[in-house]
């Protein structure tokens, strides 16, 4: 088990410095000057030129490359030109309401997507079975940005019972993370359903029925932990794409999160803040990713077994 | 059925007491009808009319070849079979009709009077739990205390002959060997203390090694235990070494049954010779076995008739067009032959 963690630690290292280098790279090669578009349309080219040098643009990539390394052991991603505060406290600061998104969509998408894969999958071909997967076909069809606006529309124009933007209260949470989580439930049932069918057909199922248990309990004490092991990978993947998809909720209800954040800062070309906003959730993406190996190994004692051989 | 003692060596003087009240089990006319493959319309009728009894403490042979409804008929006894399944005839335990039964009383009878095992061990294990937890299931989920169930786990495995059962209780199925697993599957099946045990061929997915200690388990917990066994099989060495009566089946009909020494020595259905001529002779060298000509009919196809006409030597007209009745050639032998008597005359003929 630690050897596990350790190997899974190492190679996030590397992955975390490919992440730096992608991010590094992408900004670069974006279009636009970053100096004369911080300086706005009247700076002459001497101001360019001065803002280019105290940016350290105008040195030779490789060495940009590895003082921008360098700050990024340290975490020190520079200083949100625009806002004047130091990079990375500032997306840090945006994080724990985007976290409080992600939690609040995963808690949903899992209690929701469980109960109606299970529903679903312990009978397939049922009419429960078949109303299930139509509607996770259509959410997962939906693209987010128009569920968003749909529901502000229904809930927050036509019936006028949710506030359609910002925070500040529970009632705030509930439309931004019931859009974020339609389609991650969407995959959690259709995902559920297919490995509770598949499992429902092994033949330690037919054991359990042989020994007198009812469905239900046969259902609920053999089938369920079997067929959640390939769900928990998913949720565990899926929660890092979440950070994706928060950015397109959080900027259609004005949620104050990291994802508008970064959408702000891309548009005006703020380096600090994209580096540091882009290697934080690939940090985070990590580390879901790493808990999700663990509790599936926890989940399955013949991969626990892999593990410490 | 009742009525011929069984000559096997190691049957105590309590078996054969309890041998002579009424059986455990009658299955009479047994039908199950499956829905045809892909659910189109038409209707299989994987098990025809079987017939036989289950005295207690008395192991029961059902033999055939694949698609001969042996396993079907295993099912059925448990009331396990597929969705869509439907039933006819009628299966009696202890004197009440199975069929009839509403699905609780069923369930109440599975594990605890009935009790199943499967073919293939690794698969018929839940590879998530421990096996000390599922062997004691059963036991845990009527309320027995926490202690006394790992006990009584602990007992099981050991009388299903799995070493140090203290320490390997924790053990997951994947860390078990395949006789091993076996061995697991029957302490489970023994947890409800079951009065008949349906083995559904039990060693067919084991090395041979392993086979004959298992088969040597299965008697003892008939001969000491008296548990009543159906143990289906398509291995006749398997069925003679363990059966006292045994059910020859052949596209989900009955074509003999009756004590396993009658049937394999004087069979009283050309099919039944036919597979004991299959049997390959380990001690001799010039034994090579004749194989069994023609395929097998499946309940699906099976021809008109007497199903097993289109493979038979001794088929003539009437065989095609005339299904032969089940009847009692000798005591307590019943073949669905036209023309035994001519089978077993030509068996004692010196040539």
Redesign the interface.
Known sequence: MIRLIVKRLLIGVLVMWGAASVIFLIVRVAPGDPASIMLGPDADSEQIADLTARLGLDKPMYVQYLSYLGDVVRLDFGDSYRLGTAAMPTVLERLSATAELMLASTAIAVIVGLTLGLLAGARPGSITDRVVSAISIALQSFPTFWVGIMLILIFAQALRILPSAGAGSPLHLILPAVTLALPFTAVVARLTRTNVAETMR???I?????????ER?VLL??AL??SL?PVVTVVGLHMGGLMGGAVVVENVFAWPGTGSLIVDAVSNRDYGLVQAATFLIAGIVMVFNLVTDLVYSQ????IR?DGAS | MTTRMPSHAGRTEAARQVTRQPSLLEVSGLVVDLPGPSGGPEIVRVVDGVSFDVPAATTVGLIGESGSGKTMTANAL?G?LPDGAETGGELRWRGADLLTATPARR??????EI??I?Q?PL???????TIARQVG??LR?SGRPRDEVRRRVIELLDRAGVPDPATRADS?P??FSGGLRQRA?IA??L??SPALLLADEPTTALDVTVQSRILRLLRSLQDDDGLAMVLVSHDLRVVAHVAQQTVVMYAGRVAERGPTNEVLHRPAHPYTRALVQSVPAVRTRTAIASPLPGTPATPANRPSGCAFHPRCPLARERCKVEQPLIREIAAGQWTACHYAEELQGVRHDPA
Request: glycine share 8%; hydrophobic share 40%.
């Open positions: 092994e033949a330690y037919q054991t359990a029925r042989s020994k007198g248990l009812s309990q004490g053999h932990r079997n092991i989940l399955d004692p013949r077994l | 448990i396990l369930r109440a009878l599975r594990g605890h009790a199943m499967f293939d698969a018929a294990l839940n590879p998530t739990q299931e059963i989920r997951y994947h860390e599957v489970m099946a947890a409800g």
